[in-house]
């Protein structure tokens, strides 16, 4: 049943999707949009809501444009689903931005295995990832991505390999003259986030331990999965899955060394690993698993979210 209504992309699947995300959105932050607080917060979730809405959009484009998955809709609905079982990242403004340039970097990766442009994509890539760490600046560590993309398409031009010192280079020259003329403090906020901290000793209460806990179990369970069946995939494909496999790895990495560490960090793996979720659903030939594995997720990511609340 719950398969029969995310296996196509229609209209009524996005226009569900959104209400979902829109619902989620206002109830978990109902208390910031009282009348009290309402003309402070407003414009800074008004961004947020903007943000999770392109990154959607940018999700299931890249899914869509690049055949990572089928006609279906289940990429953003496991996407929407990780969120909530996370709820904080909806608050979370540098992460939200973070993770939309992320996904604006990771697009162009995967778009390389046509070899058209690279070194557009290449140098497009890089730049957003450098933007992107900063608001959070262990998002740089994304460029080992752009290197095992090289390494997988375009790897006989030397020049493929410099193009991230040269985005590199563009970014800072930009940023440090922005600081300079608007604020000086955006530098010694960017120094401050380049410590880290290994320590998993964050959580306020129960119900951040077993979202965690969840998560975890999902993860390992459909990273396996597909790294055991990537060579039954088609060939042409293979390039970009292990993009995801690699891409989720890095994410965790971030949320391992962080200093201001939460289960929202985890943000920077919900994509890629929702790419592995869908895979793993489309290519089973067998409805009821299919049903089993929706609804366990559905059921354990609304009751954490409802548990936060």
């Not at 999707?17 to 978990?28: E, H, P």
């Not at 800074?44 to 940018?58: D, W």
């Given at each position: 049943?719950?398969?029969?209504?995310?296996?196509?992309?229609?209209?009524?699947?996005?226009t569900l999707?959104?209400?979902?995300?829109?619902?989620?959105?206002?109830?978990?932050q109902k208390n910031d949009l009282l009348p009290a607080n309402a003309v402070p917060t407003f414009s800074?979730?008004?961004?947020?809501?903007?943000?999770?809405?392109?990154?959607?959009?940018?999700v299931n484009f890249t899914v869509k444009k690049n055949n990572l998955t089928k006609d279906s809709s289940y990429t953003i609905l496991f996407f929407l689903l990780f969120l909530i079982l996370f709820p904080?990242?909806?608050?979370?403004?540098?992460?939200?931005?973070?993770?939309?340039?992320?996904?604006?970097?990771?697009?162009?990766?995967?778009?390389?295995?046509?070899?058209?442009s690279p070194k557009e994509k290449i140098f497009d890539a890089s730049m957003w990832i450098f933007i992107a760490s900063l608001f959070h600046f262990w998002c740089i560590l994304f460029i080992l991505l752009v290197y095992i993309?090289?390494?997988?398409?375009?790897?006989?031009?030397?020049?493929?390999?410099?193009?991230?010192?040269?985005a590199f280079f563009a970014t800072a020259v930009i940023?440090?003259?922005?600081?300079?003329?608007?604020?000086?403090?955006?530098?010694?906020?960017?120094?401050?986030?380049?410590?880290?901290?290994f320590q998993l000793d964050y959580f306020t209460n129960n119900y951040q331990n077993m979202a965690l806990s969840l998560y975890v179990v999902i993860a390992l369970y459909f990273v396996f999965s597909l790294v055991f069946s990537l060579t039954n995939k088609p060939l042409i494909l293979q390039a970009s899955y292990k993009k995801m496999i690699f891409s989720f790895l890095i994410g965790v990495t971030i949320f391992l060394i962080s200093p201001e560490k939460n289960n929202a960090m985890l943000l920077?793996?919900?994509?890629?690993?929702?790419?592995?979720?869908?895979?793993?659903?489309?290519?089973?030939?067998?409805?009821?698993?299919q049903e089993i594995v929706l609804l366990l997720l559905i059921l354990g990511c609304f009751l954490s979210y409802f548990s936060q609340l």
């Open positions: 049943m719950i398969t029969s209504v995310f296996k196509k992309s229609t209209i009524v699947n996005y999707i959104a209400l979902l995300l829109l619902s989620f959105f206002f109830l978990y800074k979730k008004v961004t947020n809501i903007l943000l999770l809405c392109a990154s959607f959009f940018i904080t990242v909806l608050s979370d403004n540098n992460l939200l931005f973070a993770n939309f340039f992320l996904l604006l970097a990771i697009r162009r990766l995967i778009s390389l295995q046509t070899l058209k993309s090289i390494f997988f398409h375009v790897s006989r031009d030397y020049r493929n390999w410099l193009l991230p010192f040269v940023f440090l003259v922005s600081a300079l003329v608007f604020d000086k403090t955006w530098i010694t906020h960017i120094l401050s986030q380049t410590q880290t901290n920077f793996t919900f994509m890629p690993l929702s790419v592995m979720c869908t895979t793993n659903i489309e290519y089973s030939q067998n409805k009821m698993y």
